[in-house]
């Protein structure tokens, strides 16, 4: 079955400092991955994806993701983060049949100025 | 371009009472279409989908369901709620071809009471 996992709740880093939000994932055949973010009291919004290709998949805001095949890896990265940054952010996989993508816990960010 | 909307953005209604939270999408034909319940700011749970007009599938059994009378309009409703039912709300759409990333409304806050 395919699953998601964000093992971190929370994620605290200072604003100018990189970030990384780390998600592992399980399919089975061809990973499609994404990266979404949510706002307080917002819905989602999407921030990138990986299909093929690249293994570094650059997105919305700054933020990039690596895929990393060997390790079933698909972290979230910002060089420097900013306070603005603040959020929640939900790794997902999309399901083998289309239909539904199956979302992480998700990873709770805060930057402090 | 796509934009999707979602009413009322809160509700506050007492147990027993009847739902129906609307969705609409604009700018886009024949999309899927999804519910999903978010509790305490956290976790996604997906509730309904659709493939097209008419056909709901439910994922999780509970008093809720969903209706979909037009292609870009996905209802959810209730006969009596429960206290349980307070969250927040969120509907989405993703394509039906590509890589299926979804794009979700504003939400609606959910007050049992």
């Known amino acids: 079955a395919q699953s998601v996992a964000q093992p971190e709740d929370q994620v605290n880093v200072a604003e100018g400092n990189p970030l990384t939000v780390k998600c592992t994932y399980s399919?089975?055949?061809?990973?499609?991955l994404f990266w979404y973010v949510q706002y307080p009291n917002r819905g989602l919004q999407f921030l990138l994806k990986?299909?093929?290709?690249?293994?570094l998949v650059k997105g919305s805001y700054g933020f990039e993701a690596e895929f990393n095949k060997s390790q079933t890896s698909f972290h979230l990265k910002k060089p420097s983060a900013l306070v603005s940054d603040s959020a929640l952010y939900f790794c997902a996989v999309r399901d083998i049949r289309g239909f539904k993508t199956i979302f992480g816990a998700g990873t709770r960010l805060f930057v402090k100025a | 371009s796509q934009t999707i909307h979602q009413w009322p953005a809160t509700l506050v209604q007492p147990v027993g009472s009847p739902l129906s939270l609307e969705c609409t999408v604009e700018?886009?034909?024949?999309?899927?279409l999804y519910w999903y319940r978010q509790a305490a700011g956290r976790g996604l749970q997906l509730l309904f989908y659709s493939v097209g007009i008419g056909q709901i599938s439910s994922e999780v059994p509970q008093n809720l369901s969903a209706s979909r009378p037009q292609d870009r309009q996905f209802i959810l409703s209730s006969k009596k709620l429960l206290l349980s039912d307070s969250g927040f709300y969120l509907c989405?759409?993703?394509?039906?071809?590509?890589?299926?990333?979804?794009?979700f409304g504003p939400g609606t806050r959910l007050t049992v009471t």
């Open positions: 700018g886009t034909s024949n999309p899927n």
């Open positions: 399919v089975s055949g061809n990973p499609y």
């Open positions: 990986y299909i093929t290709g690249d293994n």
């Open positions: 989405a759409w993703s394509r039906k071809a590509g890589s299926y990333e979804q794009y």
